[in-house]
């Protein structure tokens, strides 16, 4: 269990030491990247995504985040050269949404055997977590959200080690902000190897980029996936995620929130997706990208 003790800023961290990570011994092969409309987007499985993610973190020093890329993502990126660059140098930006896959078909990248899913690539690093000694750190959700999922995570994953947990304040804070600045020393000072950024696109992948050579841990940006594993927010069933359909659940849950996404950047992607076939997209001249 974790033992919590309390401060006013909504974070925790455990303060016993914790156990050194076992580092993968095996080389890593290079990462094979495509570029999706300027985004280069990591073509790998969850297995890979996995092993890169534990191998970097066994190096504990700051620098790493992953992102979780779908079009929505895709399509804010081709508009925005900076939000592009955050996501380009990721350690990992992982295929997120089955559209990332069939473009893998389209544009003659790898044959993907599926997507990989924040919330589920969540849920398979804590299981490699677990096994080999690497503790985590949840952070974001509202306040309660990332306790309850700690003892989720927790039931699920005996062995599993949670540092500590933090449901930092909603809304814009500089960089220089002396709470944000805590919550980073926290993380840093409670051993963890990995840390889960629940934040919400595009903000997580900007904080995890900017405060990337601060936080030692690995992030991992996954969106709404602490509201998934709680129960908070119910996920797409398994065929529509499956069919590529998980975004019409979701508009149907929020349709005021999300129709603008879906309509313009849905849109938006499929006609960019087809330039770049044809040639035509000036972001899309290099296809594919290796480490």
Same mark, same amino acid.
């Given at each position: 269990?974790? #033992?919590?003790?309390?401060? @006013? @800023?909504?974070?925790?961290?455990?303060? $016993?030491? =914790?156990? $050194?990570?076992?580092?993968? @011994? @095996?080389? *890593?092969?290079?990462?094979?990247? *495509?570029?999706i409309l300027g985004t280069h987007i990591a073509s790998v499985t969850y297995v890979e995504a996995v $092993? +890169?993610?534990?191998a970097r973190a066994s190096e504990r020093k700051p620098g790493a985040y992953v992102c979780a890329a779908n079009v929505h993502c895709v399509s804010m990126?081709?508009?925005?050269?900076?939000?592009?660059?955050?996501?380009?140098? !990721? *350690?990992?930006? &992982?295929?997120?949404?089955?559209?990332? &896959? %069939?473009?893998?078909?389209?544009?003659?990248?790898r044959k993907l055997p599926g997507r990989v899913y924040g919330p589920t690539l969540m849920l398979e690093l804590c299981a490699a977590a677990a096994q080999r000694g690497a503790p985590i750190y949840l952070y974001g959700g509202a306040p309660? &959200?990332?306790?309850?999922? +700690?003892?989720?995570?927790?039931?699920?994953?005996p062995t599993l080690r949670v540092a500590g947990v933090c449901a930092p304040p909603f809304g814009e804070r500089p960089a220089d902000d002396p709470g944000l600045l805590r919550e980073i020393e926290t993380i840093n000072a409670s051993g963890a190897q990995i840390v889960f950024v629940a934040l919400g696109a595009p903000k997580q992948e900007r904080f995890m980029a900017l405060h990337a050579p601060n936080i030692v841990p690995v992030q991992i940006g996954v969106g709404a996936a602490f509201n998934f594993h709680t129960g908070t927010?119910? /996920?797409?069933?398994? %065929? =529509? /995620?499956? !069919?590529g359909l998980e975004w019409l659940h979701r508009f149907c849950? $929020?349709? #005021? #929130?999300? %129709?603008?996404?879906?309509?313009?950047?849905?849109?938006?992607?499929?006609?960019? *997706? +087809?330039? /770049? #076939? !044809?040639?035509?997209d000036r972001t899309g001249t290099e296809e594919r990208v290796r480490d």
């Amino acid at each position: 269990m974790i #033992r919590i003790v309390s401060d @006013t @800023t909504n974070c925790f961290q455990r303060r $016993e030491p =914790m156990p $050194e990570l076992h580092p993968n @011994t @095996t080389p *890593l092969p290079p990462i094979e990247r *495509l570029n999706i409309l300027g985004t280069h987007i990591a073509s790998v499985t969850y297995v890979e995504a996995v $092993e +890169a993610v534990l191998a970097r973190a066994s190096e504990r020093k700051p620098g790493a985040y992953v992102c979780a890329a779908n079009v929505h993502c895709v399509s804010m990126a081709r508009h925005d050269p900076s939000y592009r660059a955050v996501l380009n140098e !990721a *350690l990992l930006t &992982v295929p997120d949404g089955m559209p990332l &896959v %069939w473009a893998h078909h389209i544009l003659g990248g790898r044959k993907l055997p599926g997507r990989v899913y924040g919330p589920t690539l969540m849920l398979e690093l804590c299981a490699a977590a677990a096994q080999r000694g690497a503790p985590i750190y949840l952070y974001g959700g509202a306040p309660g &959200v990332p306790e309850q999922l +700690a003892k989720i995570l927790q039931q699920g994953h005996p062995t599993l080690r949670v540092a500590g947990v933090c449901a930092p304040p909603f809304g814009e804070r500089p960089a220089d902000d002396p709470g944000l600045l805590r919550e980073i020393e926290t993380i840093n000072a409670s051993g963890a190897q990995i840390v889960f950024v629940a934040l919400g696109a595009p903000k997580q992948e900007r904080f995890m980029a900017l405060h990337a050579p601060n936080i030692v841990p690995v992030q991992i940006g996954v969106g709404a996936a602490f509201n998934f594993h709680t129960g908070t927010v119910p /996920q797409a069933p398994a %065929w =529509m /995620q499956g !069919a590529g359909l998980e975004w019409l659940h979701r508009f149907c849950s $929020e349709p #005021r #929130r999300l %129709w603008k996404r879906y309509v313009f950047h849905n849109s938006h992607f499929v006609a960019r *997706l +087809a330039l /770049q #076939r !044809a040639g035509l997209d000036r972001t899309g001249t290099e296809e594919r990208v290796r480490d």
